[in-house]
């Protein structure tokens, strides 16, 4: 059974840098793509990005800017980084395990699973 | 990256069928998955690809896919059911992922 463990600050002030990170218990960590959601309160759920075990990083265009994700295979951890946090980043973030297949003919199929706990973050000054 | 819209909220009645669709240019290329949230809780899978379940979750949860509208079904629709309801998919274009904005399903 695999599960993510997630950890990081939950409370931050206007334009400081959100560090998350999340751990990989169980199964392989190299055939994925480990991803980062978020949902502010109330809200929907917005995909901020996505890396693979190679280290390629897939970013939301919205937040290219002020985002760095990272891995450690070593550790099976990935980490998100978010620079120059505002009120509208407040939301509760998710780490998830991605997956994606190849369906013939010609179709594809991703989807997210296992989930972490999500992280609560808040700023606010 | 392209969009998927979602009606933002649906109501059946208690054993009746419930069809939650979501609409995007990416599905013609991409199979929606569906997650059910329900409050305080973390996202939780319920189909992926062409109609697959995980472990665990009851067969009444069916997907399907017409060009570009995917579609979750719940056929006898219980108490437990009522939750928060979001499909994904993959742009192909670009490569990035988007979710719908999320059905309200009510369960009368």
């Known amino acids: 059974q695999v599960q993510l463990q997630q950890w990081g600050a939950g409370l931050l002030k206007p334009s400081e840098t959100l560090s998350l990170t999340c751990a990989v218990y169980?199964?392989?960590?190299?055939?994925?793509?480990w991803t980062w959601i978020r949902q502010p309160p109330g809200k929907g759920l917005e995909w901020i990005g996505e890396i693979n075990y190679s280290g390629s990083p897939k970013y939301n265009t919205s937040l290219k800017s002020r985002l760095t994700i990272s891995v450690d295979p070593s550790k099976n951890q990935f980490s998100l980084k978010l620079k120059s946090m505002t009120v509208a980043d407040t939301a509760v973030y998710y780490c998830?395990?991605?997956?994606?297949?190849?369906?013939?003919?010609?179709?594809?199929?991703?989807?997210?699973?296992?989930w972490g706990q999500g992280t609560l973050v808040t700023v606010s000054s | 990256s392209s969009e998927l819209t979602q009606d933002p909220a649906v109501s059946v009645a208690l054993g009746q069928t419930v069809r939650i669709t979501c609409q995007g240019d990416s599905l013609r290329n991409y199979y929606a998955s569906w997650y059910q949230q329900k409050p305080g809780q973390a996202p939780a899978l319920v189909i992926y690809?062409?109609?697959n379940r995980p472990s665990g979750i009851p067969d009444r949860f069916s997907g399907s896919i017409s060009g570009n509208t995917a579609s979750l079904t719940i056929t006898g629709a219980q108490a437990e059911d009522e939750a928060d309801y979001f499909c994904?998919?993959?742009?192909?274009?670009?490569?990035?992922?988007?979710f719908g904005g999320g059905t309200k399903l009510t369960v009368l």
């Open positions: 994904n998919s993959r742009d192909s274009s670009d490569n990035l992922q988007v």
């Open positions: 169980g199964g392989s960590f190299s055939d994925y793509y």
């Open positions: 998830a395990r991605g997956h994606w297949v190849r369906v013939p003919p010609t179709a594809f199929a991703n989807w997210f699973d296992p």
């Open positions: 690809g062409k109609n």
